[in-house]
């Protein structure tokens, strides 16, 4: 049978189009036809017809906080977030709970040992999941076990590092339902009044802070927070985020204090233990000459090793706060932090800002020059032999190598990783004289290090 021609498709159009009822209305009548049309469209879109429709599909986002005359809204907010974070607190696992898994995990180890690490294979590891219960199920995941999978030939992990990393998880989340406690606003982030809170309650739960006065406590209070406050608000906002506090060591190094056998060497690196903490107060108190509770510049002139510039701390009472040119504790502590962390971007930040005269965002070489010609004078005044600003500006920009050769911003010098040299060589005699005295100085210690070994060899 032969196959049936297909008409072309210039055919089937043509046919169509020659079908179509031709639109005998004049122009005029499709205007307003159009007129009607929009009209209609535009009176439904302002009385919001569709409104409903677009609030079923857009989730809402925003929930107004309460004011502060909304006494029964404040109080609801309060009573709602005390009962989340209760319920959050129970789903965490406690001594039992830790220690049953600690049981089994155990129990299902499989050999070889590693070392001295006992293993467990992703078989055992979904069993031990599987008979820990509900609390444990976010722990026992692929993706866990593969982030404590190492080089073990037998594709396992270790018990005590999974271990661990439940117990980290498990401390962080406690330790952030603690912390939310404090939150007043119930925003994600603390005041100092909330962290001053939240550390004078932690206080006596710290065996090594047992020795101190209550009379010192506030004191003390004092000189932890602002350790918080000065690297986790760097823009001096007056809060910090609790994922913030969270995220950096201060608070490991705050709650290192509950070991009762903390050595010496440990306390006295650590802000926030007993010793450092009178260490700091107690040079202030011997700045402090006049008794008066505060500092002057002549007083602050005595600070560490008494070689601070004139000009640099004419910078310090002119950017910093203080009460009838004087300096309160508060404001001393930003100082010390500075000073004593130069390496960090926050304290260079601080250094950076006196150092920044003109507020122009970078330093230039007039800025270097005038910084630099108070060493100088103190170098005449000891008696020390003259160096040439010439040498010490080629010296620094070497160092930093800023990306605009004439400008030297605060990026550079944290990129460089000079900038607590650089900031020293500025501010500080005694920082400008280590600079210059480097090579003698690392040649004594490798000589003073050769003696200890030869009286070793003896």
């Known amino acids: 049978m032969a196959k049936e021609k ?50 079923k599909t857009i989730p809402r986002f925003y929930y107004r906080l309460p004011a502060e005359d909304e006494v029964l809204l404040q109080k609801l907010r309060e009573e709602s977030r005390a009962v989340f974070l209760q319920r959050k607190s129970r789903e965490l696992l406690d001594n039992e709970e830790l220690q049953n898994l600690w049981f089994l995990l155990d129990k299902h180890q499989v050999p070889p040992v590693s070392g001295e690490e006992a293993m467990i294979s992703y078989e055992a590891y979904l069993q031990v999941g599987e008979q820990a219960g509900p609390k444990c199920s976010k722990f026992f995941t692929a993706r866990v076990y593969a982030k404590l999978l190492h080089s073990d030939p037998y594709g396992r992990i270790s018990i005590m590092q999974f271990f661990n990393y439940v117990m980290r998880k498990v401390w962080l989340h406690q330790t952030r339902i603690g912390l939310s406690l404090y939150d007043v606003a119930g925003q994600g982030h603390l005041r100092e009044s909330d962290l001053e809170n939240y550390i004078l309650e932690l206080i006596p739960t710290l065996p090594q802070l047992d020795g101190l006065e209550k009379s010192f406590y506030s004191f003390y209070v004092c000189t932890a927070v602002r350790k918080f406050f000065f690297f986790l608000d760097p823009l001096r906002t007056g809060k910090i985020k609790i994922q913030d506090i969270l995220a950096c060591s201060f608070l490991d190094d705050l709650l290192e204090l509950r070991d009762e056998e903390l050595s010496k060497e440990s306390q006295e690196s650590n802000w926030f233990s007993a010793p450092s903490a009178l260490r700091v107060y107690g040079q202030y108190l011997n700045l402090d000459k006049d008794h008066n509770g505060m500092l002057s510049k002549e007083e602050l002139s005595r600070y560490g090793t008494a070689t601070l510039t004139s000009v640099f701390l004419d910078r310090v009472f002119q950017e910093c706060l203080t009460y009838d040119g004087e300096m309160d504790y508060k404001t001393y502590l930003d100082f010390v932090l500075a000073l004593e962390n130069r390496k960090e971007p926050a304290a260079l930040q601080y250094i950076f800002k006196l150092l920044d005269m003109e507020n122009r965002g970078y330093l230039n070489v007039f800025s270097l020059n005038f910084f630099f010609r108070a060493i100088q004078e103190q170098m005449k005044v000891h008696g020390q032999e003259q160096v040439t600003f010439q040498d010490v500006k080629d010296e620094i920009y070497d160092m930093v190598k800023p990306k605009d050769p004439y400008k030297i911003t605060l990026q550079d010098l944290v990129n460089s990783c000079q900038g607590d040299t650089v900031t020293s060589i500025l501010i500080d005699l005694n920082g400008f004289w280590t600079y210059e005295n480097r090579e003698v100085l690392v040649a004594s210690d490798n000589d003073g290090s050769s003696s200890t070994a030869d009286l070793d060899d003896n």
């Open 6 to 55: 297909q008409p072309h498709w210039s055919d089937i159009l043509k046919r169509r189009l020659a079908n179509t009822k031709k639109d005998e209305r004049s122009e005029e009548e499709k205007k307003a036809e159009e007129t009607e049309l929009f009209t209609k469209y535009y009176t439904e879109w302002k009385e919001g017809g569709d409104k409903d429709k677009s609030y």
